[in-house]
C-alpha cells in the first residue's frame, strides 16, 4: 500500500531554513508526481510546488519562488522540500501529496501525515 | 484570497443532501479536472472527488461530483455525524507561464 512518512515535528529561527522530507514506498516512486501543500493554524491549504521525481523538474508557486527547493533522492524513494529565510507566518503544517493518477494535473490521492513547523524567535 | 470561491460554510441535518460548490474561472476550472477533499479536524486531507465525479476506490457513493463551465459541486447524501469536516477543491491553473495548482478556502460542513 502506498505510504508517505514524513519527518518531525521543527522549531526554527526567523531567518532560519528548514527542509522536510517525505519518505515513499508501495509504489514506483518515479512514476508519479508529488505536490507539497501547507496549511497554517486555523486557515486553508495552500500549494507550494510540484516535483517530478523521475527527472526531477519543478514548478513553484509564485508566492515561494526563490525560497523554496524541492528535490528528490531516487535512492531511497524520498522527496524533500526546503523552505529558507524563514519568517512567523510561515508557521504551519506542511503535507506532501502524491497524485493520484500518473499526470501532473491529477487529484493528489496519498498524503503524509504532515509536519509541524514552527517558527519563532 | 483564493482564486477559487467557496461558501465559508453549509449545515444540514443527519440524512439531508447538502451541496457545495466551487467557482472559478476558464484558465482553472474551465479547463481543468476538478479534485475535491475532506478534512475532519487533526489529520490530513483526504481525496473524495477526482476527474470532476470519479471516486477513489473506498470512497462511498453517498459523495459525488459535477461540474459545469467553469464551477463544480461537491454533493454528499445521508449526511452523517461523522461528514463534519472542511471540504477544499483543487484544480490545475493555466494563467500562468508554468502551471500551478489551485485549492478553494474551504467549506465547514456542519451536521446539526
Known amino acids: 500500500q502506498v505510504q508517505l512518512v514524513q519527518s518531525g515535528a521543527e522549531v526554527k529561527k526567523p531567518g532560519a531554513s528548514v527542509k522536510v522530507s517525505c519518505k515513499a514506498s508501495g509504489y514506483t516512486f518515479t512514476s508519479y508526481y508529488m505536490h507539497w501543500v501547507r496549511q497554517a493554524p486555523g486557515q486553508g491549504l495552500e500549494w507550494m510546488g510540484i516535483i517530478n521525481p523521475s527527472g526531477g523538474s519543478t514548478s513553484y508557486a509564485q508566492k515561494f519562488q526563490g525560497r523554496v527547493t524541492m528535490t528528490r533522492d531516487t535512492s531511497t524513494s524520498t522527496v524533500y522540500m526546503e523552505l529558507s529565510s524563514l519568517r512567523s507566518e510561515d508557521t504551519a503544517v506542511y503535507y506532501c501529496a502524491r497524485v493520484l493518477i500518473a499526470a501532473p494535473t491529477a487529484g493528489a490521492g496519498y498524503w503524509g501525515q504532515g509536519t509541524l513547523v514552527t517558527v519563532s524567535s | 484570497q483564493s482564486v477559487l470561491t467557496q461558501p465559508p460554510s453549509v449545515s444540514a441535518a443527519p440524512g439531508q443532501k447538502v451541496t457545495i460548490s466551487c467557482s472559478g474561472s476558464s484558465s482553472n476550472i474551465g479547463n481543468n479536472y476538478v479534485s475535491w477533499y475532506q478534512q475532519l479536524p487533526g489529520t490530513a486531507p483526504k481525496l473524495l472527488i477526482y476527474d470532476n465525479n470519479k471516486r477513489p476506490s473506498g470512497i462511498p457513493d453517498r459523495f459525488s461530483g459535477s461540474k459545469s463551465g467553469t464551477s463544480a459541486t461537491l454533493g454528499i447524501t445521508g449526511l452523517q455525524t461523522g461528514d463534519e469536516a472542511d471540504y477544499y477543491c483543487?484544480?490545475?491553473?493555466?494563467?500562468?507561464?508554468?502551471?500551478?495548482?489551485?485549492f478553494g478556502g474551504g467549506t465547514k460542513l456542519t451536521v446539526l
Open positions: 483543487g484544480t490545475w491553473d493555466s494563467s500562468l507561464s508554468a502551471g500551478h495548482w489551485v
